[in-house]
């Protein structure tokens, strides 16, 4: 722990030091500990005790520190991994090091960064570098971008860099332009926004493969438009990425299979008080892309180029992020019942207000909610041997990965109650979305009521139930949540699979904690066990293991 105590103390130096020049100096400081127990009720499925980590006193540290000087701007951030990061984070996070760092100048039509970078061009289909702590995800460009604004209806951005693994970088070269028109401001438009997107990403990674019949310059192209008009607004985009080495099975890369991919997405809507509706339609082929080759398929999203969430609705309910979906861009070839090259499907959200003083809507009115997502794998002919190859229908479903349908209905009864309702119900294909085995149907009821004793005072009790056909089998959760103040903050909470096959699986997932807030500091404390699976943030996921123990969280920033 000497290391974690040395960088608390650099943090506070830190500030005294960067205090005294002209200028603004803002930052913060994250720790995540945990205290990992011995939990002889946690069994794997062979019936042996889940195992406990070697070093059971684990954290993950982050100190960023920003300093603004009229035109020009600096930052550093510093990770601290002691004595080991957190259960199943990438295991090149360990230790203690300057993570990134960048300086930059800015003025009203020049925009110039050296160092490490953070960028997307369009909806994030060819390139996205962006941090998110609790996936684990840094994948930040190490280089130069230099964004140009020559009159105030165009933006060039250019881009050189490479990408961020643990505390290095990957093997190959990154680079990238786009140019965004803006029309509106072109044409002035009174009551429109219309906007034009073109952009280029190259992948530059050098390979020795014999008699290699893909280039090491991977090229990809993409557009895109968005147009609005009063309430209503839809946005186009389309890539194309050129012919590559499809990787599949033990991360080798090879010329077994080599071809293009492809994205197309559309998202429209209608918005006005009280009513709503948005629809997005995607279709993924061979979609995957990442700065190394061989980083296809890794659980941690290490050297992942692209931002491809699955476009469902993100459930704030325990029991409906057991089965989630995760998007399937990919191409996987190796047996007739596991044949995949991409995703085709779309969802839809409505939600509908019903007035005040109407017989539904009582005095106080009350919010309606339905959400409906399908997505499929592409329908197509596929080769599994002499020589592996597909070839994909540009608009026909093949066989179904995921559906899912909610509705949720919110009341507020008076200035001190409210309540809400859901029903959930999914169908999730374990064997084509994680390639094991089976589907699985479920029902999931949720009720919840909140009461306020003041503005800042309030308890909150929820009560969950799952009925699913295999798998695990049922579940039913329970949470209670009580602020009792703006300050101070509780919560106890149990998952309780009761339906599972195996009676020494049949655990409870219960945490118990509370958290404290002044100003912009936050303190958390909480003891329980973490349920195994997948953990999402914004359609992303990462895989946690079960594990029972302690952890304590901080963070602040000034």
Known sequence: MKKLYSFILLFLLSISVFSQVNGNLSGGFESNIQWYLNDKGLKDEFNNPTSHPDEPLRSNNYLFLNYNYKNWSAGIQGEAYEQNAL??????????????????????????????????FGSGLLLR?????????????????????????????????????????????????DVEFDLKTLFKFQTSDLTLGFNYVGRDEKLDLPDQKFNDLTNAFGGRVNFSHNSYYISFEMNYKAEDAVVQINNQVNNRLVKPGSSFLINTGYSKKGFGVDATFRRLENMSFFSERGAKGNEFNDKIMNFIPSLTKQQHYNLANIYVYQAQ?????????????????????????IKKGTTLGGKNGMKIAVNASNWNALSGTFY?????????????????YYTDF??????????????AFSYIN?????????????????????????????????????????????DKKNWASSTVEFNANSKYSFYIMDLYNYGNDLEYQRNHYYNIGGA???????????????????????????????????????????
């Open 87 to 120: 259960l199943n984070l990438n295991p090149k996070y360990n230790g203690t090091n300057v993570a990134t760092y960048f300086i930059q100048y800015k003025s009203e039509k020049l925009d110039i960064t050296g160092g490490y970078f953070y960028e997307q």
């Open 129 to 177: 570098s962006w941090e998110d702590r609790a996936l684990g995800i840094n994948n930040a460009l190490r280089g130069l971008r230099v964004i140009f604004k020559p009159t105030s209806f165009i933006t060039i951005k250019s881009l050189y860099g490479q990408q961020r693994t643990g505390f290095d970088v990957a093997d190959s070269k990154i680079y990238g332009t």
């Open 329 to 353: 861009p990919g191409v996987f070839i190796a047996d007739k019942d596991l044949l995949k090259a991409g995703e085709i499907g779309g969802q839809i959200d409505v939600f509908y207000d």
């Open 384 to 400: 599994i041997f002499n020589p592996q190859d597909y070839q994909t229908d540009f608009l026909k479903f093949g066989k179904k």
């Open 406 to 419: 909610s509705i949720e209905v919110t009341k507020k009864w008076n200035n001190k109650w409210q309540s």
């Open 426 to 470: 999914q169908y999730y294909n374990k064997q084509l979305v994680e390639g094991t085995d089976g589907v699985i149907h479920t029902n999931i009821a949720a009720a919840e009521a909140t009461y306020k004793f003041t503005p800042t005072k309030s308890i909150r009790v929820v009560g969950e139930h799952m009925w699913a056909d295999y």
């Open 516 to 558: 404290y807030r002044k100003k912009t500091t936050r303190i958390a404390l909480s003891y329980g066990r973490q349920r195994g699976g997948l953990v999402c943030v914004g359609g992303v996921c990462r895989n946690v293991p079960e594990s029972s123990g302690v952890s304590l969280s901080l963070n602040t920033s000034f």
